[in-house]
């Protein structure tokens, strides 16, 4: 566990628990959409500002005290508060009209949050947004009991972790185990699944080891090549799963180093997308053509892309001045060394680059927070790293990371065309209209070559097959609330 707090949580082991104790007034479901959860039912005004929710009656925390909307507000503000600071809460919540203030310290309270009865709240954002259900799925905005934060702000032990969701936290050691039990009064029915134990495991070598022993009955991410070497092990073949997730890996130029548009595409298209899915990641992600992956409304199976094309990309070199790559500055291309399945994806995208364009490649290997200090500087030239949905909307992958005035824009690329039809699409409450918006802004930046796309990300998994009920959406696993073991007798 990285954090005990819903509202600083992001990395996938956390979240996975901190879900099944915490929830929020809505949760995403199987099908990847927005259901209610705390929230039985809302409205949305005409202009798309302000959400009514009416909440569940009879919806308890687990230290024994129904949930009413006033817990709403003081999560909320919890969350949002200058003396919690949770970076989390100013990227997703900062769409509530008054929550800036608050931060701030120039009002006592977030204005945009109003409770209107004991189940009943309403929460105005500064505009129409159609993402903002979505943004209310995530841990930033789980309900918390602040009555059993010490100081009312920071969660720093088990006993303050009090949510309303379907297990409560009964043990906790740090960096060796959590124990979450079954919640009885939990406003879904008590779960089949009495307890779940969570041993802390950092090694993949070690998660497996004590999966083939019987010790655990889940390795939710398991290493790609014992993945490969288990698909063939009648032992195991049948309890591998791959699991779809909405994640989009790329290839990063930066417009400032590549100003030449034909260049970056004779890269784009000197790329073999399949033989990097095929043979460097062995058959287990999706080769990308587009910018938003699977599970993400408005994916596309075939966009505007740029399809491999080694003889078009030698022609678009030298159109541009650069014939056989001469004169074309060598491509440093950075990447995380903690993470070997993008190493692998760095050096095959190297190797095809160099054989197929005679382009010069520099693999640099860095450690995450120097990679992630020069690519938020925009320092870095190149580079090959993976954008993990947020939430499960377009504006997440488009207007996020490639809008002008977007913070994760670390390429320097501006494109006016593709910036207005983001916008518009941003503040558009007609579905069919804002995913044409933002299907024209995909198919501008995939010519543009910025990002380039390289493949969708699956998550390889064991699961013992006693364990049956495993639900996920496109981005991780959903609450345990269908498991259950069947155990041969």
């Known amino acids: 566990m990285v954090s005990l707090d819903p509202a600083l949580v992001s990395d996938n082991q956390s979240i996975d628990a901190i879900q099944n104790t915490f929830e929020g007034l809505v949760a995403s479901g199987e099908d990847s959409q927005i259901h209610p959860c705390l929230a039985s039912s809302w409205e949305i005004s005409s202009d798309g500002a302000t959400y009514t929710f009416h909440l569940l009656h009879g919806a308890f925390f687990q230290n024994g005290r129904e949930f009413v909307a006033d817990d709403v507000r003081k999560s909320f503000e919890r969350a949002c508060g200058k003396a919690l600071a949770a970076p989390l809460a100013s990227d997703f919540l900062s769409d509530i009209s ?80 959590m124990v979450q039990k079954a919640f009885a009064r939990y406003h879904g029915g008590k779960p089949p699944l009495d307890e779940i134990d969570r041993p802390v495991m950092r090694d993949s070598a070690e998660r497996l080891n004590a999966f083939k022993r019987h010790e655990i009955d889940m390795v939710p991410q398991l290493a790609r090549s014992d993945y490969v070497a288990l698909r063939n092990d009648p032992a195991f073949k049948d309890q591998l799963h791959l699991e779809p997730r909405a994640t ?142 947020d939430y499960l ?25 593709f910036t207005f039809l983001c916008r518009e699409a941003d503040a558009s409450g007609n579905d069919p209209q804002r995913l044409g918006f933002y299907a024209r802004a995909e198919d501008i930046a995939l010519q543009d070559a910025v990002i380039i796309p390289i493949c969708y990300w699956k998550a390889p998994v064991l699961i013992d097959s006693a364990v049956q009920g495993v639900r996920s959406d496109a981005s991780h696993f959903l609450p345990y609330t269908t498991v259950s073991l069947r155990r041969k007798k």
């Open 393 to 417: 909307d377009p504006e997440d992958f488009l207007s996020v990371l490639l809008a002008s005035d977007a913070t994760e824009n670390h390429w320097n690329y501006a494109n006016t065309a």
């Open 98 to 177: 008054g929550m800036a203030a608050y931060r701030n310290g120039k009002a006592k309270s977030i204005s945009g949050i109003h409770v209107i009865d004991r189940y009943t709240v309403a929460i105005t954002i500064d505009t129409l947004r159609a993402y903002f259900l979505a943004k209310l799925a995530l841990p930033v905005a789980s309900i918390v009991a602040t009555e059993a934060i010490r100081d009312g702000v920071h969660i720093r032990s088990v006993e303050e972790m009090v949510g309303t969701g379907p297990f409560r936290i009964e043990r906790y050691i740090d960096g060796q185990l």
């Open 248 to 389: 989009l890996v790329y290839l990063a130029l930066n417009v400032k180093d590549f100003p030449d548009r034909r260049v970056r595409q004779a890269i784009a298209i000197g790329i073999d997308r399949e033989e990097i899915a095929s043979d460097t990641l062995y058959g287990t992600v999706t080769p990308g053509r587009g910018l938003l992956p699977p599970g993400v409304p408005g994916y596309r199976e075939e966009p505007a892309w740029l399809k491999p094309d080694a003889v078009k990309a030698e022609a678009l070199l030298s159109a541009s001045g650069h014939s056989n790559g001469v004169g074309v500055p060598e491509i440093p291309i950075a990447f995380s060394m903690e993470n070997p399945d993008i190493e692998r994806i760095a050096e095959r995208i190297g190797a095809q680059l160099a054989s197929r364009l005679g382009l010069k490649v520099r693999l640099e290997k860095m450690e995450t927070a120097s990679l992630i200090a020069r690519q938020n500087g925009k320092q870095l030239q190149a580079e090959v790293t993976g954008w993990f949905a």
